[in-house]
């Protein structure tokens, strides 16, 4: 399948300093006028809208044309038993990790009752009688583990037509999957007029995709304004242990990513760094929103890295709805924070609570940020007996910094994935 190259007129504008220059001067004019960058965020939110228009037909089509691929060419147990082992990996190892990490480290135990009341000067006056009216330590929590019902509904869809209005990426995976395997079976009359329309579309996909990249410079301006503009000095004098308690382990994480994709590719580190340039200059613009990184992870794993373009094209659909490192990392320590602010000591049962629950709510995210996301939260916590309330308007003041750094763990994670389940290229 042919990718659409970047125009050579606009190459520079893809360069790293260029990108650098824009995520350093949106810092300081967010962090030095504030109250401006409201008024063209809506920018960036329409630039990831218009991107995210283009997820939904990339992997419909793209799992859909590999998929019968692989059926023809009799190596689906084997690539299954592969991709399946390794999305059980990489979500059980972010939840350990990010346990492990606030176990060592105990982000929660510096915040004393007397600091939690700073949430005014974090949130700002209109939201202190909100706090204000919260108690701290409920005595009604609700402390039934959910069901597998609401886990099981999230992967299969029960109105196809909803979920790709609604752009529920899981269900439309897992429908893809079964849709291309049936029309495997069809016979070859049948399924060339359909697949050249499935190669049209994702060609028209990434063609689309490589126009809109020009814009990313601007894009990441705007971001970084907003992000410099929503943090204050308070949330990070509060929130500065969990903070690089959190950067730490997403960065460790994406440390092992980079390994896995040199030592898979035998590239060298330089050659490595070079061919991810794309994604990563995408992710920032994109936050945890790494579906829409899709032409751009291909692109840094087949055409750049030179693993097998058709596994390429099937794996990193699959990747950007099933890999959820990020957030189940997130979940996992924000947990473990949760039990440390209330002094309460977690049991070997409350330990294996908190890492399932951390992976089901990692997934159950996807397509959320702010609030939404931060809600979940509770899900997890109301097990073990834990109030949220006040402690997620805390977590909700550093979530743009927490949502930005996930963002670049997810999308490293996720071409590690592709790389540790794709065939080793075949260097001459």
Same mark, same amino acid.
């Given at each position: 399948m042919q *990718?659409t190259p &970047?125009?050579q007129?606009?190459?520079?504008? *893809?360069?790293?300093?260029?990108?650098?220059?824009?995520?350093v001067?949106g810092g300081?004019?967010?962090?030095?006028s504030?109250?401006? %960058?409201? #008024?063209?965020?809506?920018?960036?939110?329409?630039? @990831?809208?218009?991107?995210?228009?283009?997820?939904?037909p990339?992997?419909?089509?793209a799992?859909?044309?590999?998929v019968?691929?692989?059926?023809?060419?009799? +190596?689906?147990?084997?690539t299954?038993?592969r991709g399946?082992?390794?999305?059980?990996?990489?979500?059980?190892?972010?939840?350990?990790?990010?346990m492990?990490?606030a176990h060592?480290f105990?982000?929660?135990?510096?915040? +004393?009752?007397?600091?939690l009341?700073?949430?005014?000067?974090?949130?700002?006056?209109?939201?202190?009688?909100q706090?204000?009216?919260?108690?701290l330590?409920?005595?009604s929590?609700?402390?039934?583990? /959910?069901?597998?019902d609401?886990l099981?509904?999230?992967?299969l869809?029960?109105?196809i037509?909803?979920?790709?209005a609604?752009?529920?990426?899981i269900?439309?995976?897992?429908?893809?999957?079964m849709?291309g395997?049936?029309?495997a079976l069809?016979?070859?009359r049948?399924?060339?007029?359909?697949?050249?329309?499935l190669?049209?579309v994702?060609?028209?996909?990434f063609?689309?995709?490589?126009?809109?990249? *020009?814009?990313l410079?601007l894009v990441v301006? %705007?971001v970084?304004?907003?992000l410099s503009?929503? =943090?204050?000095?308070?949330?990070?004098?509060?929130?500065?242990?969990?903070?690089?308690?959190?950067?730490?382990?997403?960065?460790l994480l994406?440390? =092992?990513?980079?390994v896995?994709?040199?030592?898979?590719?035998?590239?060298?580190?330089?050659?490595?760094l070079?061919?991810?340039?794309p994604t990563?200059?995408?992710?920032?613009?994109?936050?945890?929103?790494s579906s829409?990184c899709?032409?751009?992870?291909?692109?840094?794993?087949?055409?750049?890295l030179?693993f097998a373009q058709d596994?390429v094209?099937?794996l990193?659909?699959?990747a950007?709805c099933?890999?959820?490192?990020?957030?189940?990392?997130?979940f996992?320590? #924000? +947990?473990?924070?949760v039990a440390q602010?209330?002094?309460?000591?977690?049991s070997?049962?409350?330990?294996?609570?908190?890492?399932?629950?951390?992976?089901?709510?990692?997934?159950?995210?996807m397509?959320?940020?702010?609030m939404?996301? &931060?809600? &979940?939260?509770?899900?997890?916590?109301?097990p073990?007996g834990l /109030?949220?309330? #006040?402690?997620? @308007?805390?977590l909700?003041?550093?979530e743009?910094?927490?949502?930005?750094?996930?963002g670049?763990?997810?999308?490293? +994670?996720?071409?590690?994935y592709?790389?540790? %389940?794709?065939n080793?290229?075949i260097?001459?």
């Open positions: *990718h &970047l125009n007129r606009f190459i520079w504008l *893809h360069s790293p300093m260029v990108l650098i220059a824009a995520l001067l300081g004019v967010g962090f030095f504030p109250h401006r %960058i409201s #008024a063209i965020y809506f920018l960036a939110e329409m630039y @990831l809208d218009l991107l995210q228009i283009l997820v939904v990339l992997i419909l089509c799992i859909i044309l590999n019968q691929a692989m059926f023809s060419e009799k +190596t689906y147990a084997k299954s038993v399946l082992s390794g999305l059980v990996f990489m979500a059980i190892l972010p939840a350990l990790m990010g492990a990490a060592a105990q982000p929660g135990y510096d915040l +004393t009752k007397e600091n009341w700073r949430i005014e000067k974090v949130l700002g006056g209109s939201n202190i009688d706090v204000s009216r919260m108690s330590f409920s005595d929590i609700d402390s039934r583990l /959910p069901g597998v609401g099981i509904g999230a992967f869809p029960s109105n037509f909803q979920s790709l609604q752009g529920e990426e269900k439309i995976a897992v429908f893809a999957i849709f395997f049936a029309v069809l016979s070859s049948l399924k060339e007029d359909f697949n050249q329309s190669v049209t994702i060609s028209a996909c063609k689309i995709s490589a126009i809109f990249r *020009h814009a410079p301006f %705007i970084a304004a907003h503009a929503a =943090l204050g000095m308070d949330a990070l004098m509060l929130m500065a242990n969990f903070l690089l308690t959190f950067l730490s382990v997403s960065f994406c440390v =092992l990513s980079f896995i994709l040199k030592l898979r590719s035998d590239a060298s580190h330089l050659e490595v070079s061919s991810l340039r990563l200059s995408m992710s920032m613009a994109s936050g945890e929103h829409v899709i032409p751009q992870m291909v692109e840094t794993l087949s055409l750049r030179g596994k094209e099937f990193v659909p699959l950007t099933f890999i959820r490192s990020a957030p189940i990392l997130y996992a320590m #924000a +947990t473990v924070f602010l209330y002094g309460h000591p977690i070997q049962y409350e330990w294996l609570i908190i890492l399932g629950m951390s992976m089901a709510q990692g997934f159950a995210s397509g959320l940020n702010g939404n996301k &931060l809600s &979940l939260l509770a899900v997890i916590c109301n073990l /109030p949220t309330e #006040a402690v997620v @308007l805390l909700m003041a550093v743009p910094i927490c949502s930005f750094i996930s670049l763990t997810m999308v490293m +994670t996720q071409c590690a592709v790389a540790l %389940i794709a080793k290229p260097r001459l």
